[in-house]
């Protein structure tokens, strides 16, 4: 089975903090994607890659950015949180074609 | 982005009912899939559908590919209380070079015992 890791499971950062999400799949995935999840609101991509160093916007990208140097690693990146960034975010991989595997996700809250 | 129109948006049904729910869209996809989400943990893989009008199961589940490609159904009958989760329909569009994929909104599922 693809794992898919997340390194935190609950974060808590101050406004205006730079946070690091990481994500590591060990399937060889060509393609990682950060979403994120917010009551009534479903599943919301913010950017995906499909190789490395590649990256593409999602439907929600601002405020965000990604960082994929390894083809294993997916890393997003909030430069200055805010509380309206306070959710749910999941990480997922995916080989062309098929459905993504998805990381526990890491709960944010930004104060 | 688009988004699927995924209904009911929760449930409260009692053990041992059959349960139904269903996801439509404005365009057409060639690859449907339900995951579950299960409380604090991210969504599981349940089912995928790759053709038009197939029907597949999965134990208790039973997902079906609408024959015009823009909707999906999943039923799952006899439930039990760990069937209480997220379920998330999921599209793949034919024109989506990057695997990309558009979700429902999810429907809250609550088992009585």
């Known amino acids: 089975d693809v794992k898919v890791t997340q390194s935190s499971r609950y974060l808590v950062k101050r406004t205006g903090e730079k946070v690091f999400l990481e994500c590591v799949q060990d399937m060889d995935h060509e393609n990682m994607f950060w979403y994120r999840q917010d009551p009534g609101l479903g599943l919301r991509l913010i950017y995906f890659s499909y190789d490395v160093k590649m990256k593409e916007k999602g439907d929600i990208p601002e405020g965000y950015s990604v960082s994929r140097e390894k083809k294993e690693r997916f890393s997003l990146i909030l430069e200055s949180a805010s509380t309206n960034q306070t959710s749910m975010y999941l990480c997922?991989?995916?080989?062309?074609?098929?459905?993504?595997?998805f990381g526990s996700g890491t709960q944010l809250s930004v104060l | 982005g688009q988004q699927l129109n995924q209904s009911p948006q929760s449930m409260f049904i009692q053990e041992g009912e059959d349960v139904s729910m269903n996801c439509t869209s404005s365009s057409i996809f060639n690859t449907w899939l339900w995951y579950k989400q299960d409380p604090g943990e991210g969504p599981v893989l349940l089912i995928a559908l790759y053709k038009a009008g197939e029907l597949t199961s999965n134990g208790r589940l039973t997902a079906q590919f609408g024959i015009t490609r823009k909707d999906s159904f999943l039923n799952i009958s006899a439930s039990i209380p760990s069937d209480v989760g997220i379920y998330f329909c999921?599209?793949?569009?034919?024109?989506?070079?990057?695997?990309?994929?558009?979700f429902g909104g999810g429907t809250r599922l609550m088992v009585k015992p």
């Open positions: 997922a991989s995916a080989v062309r074609g098929w459905g993504s595997s």
């Open positions: 999921a599209g793949l569009d034919p024109y989506n070079a990057g695997n990309m994929l558009t």
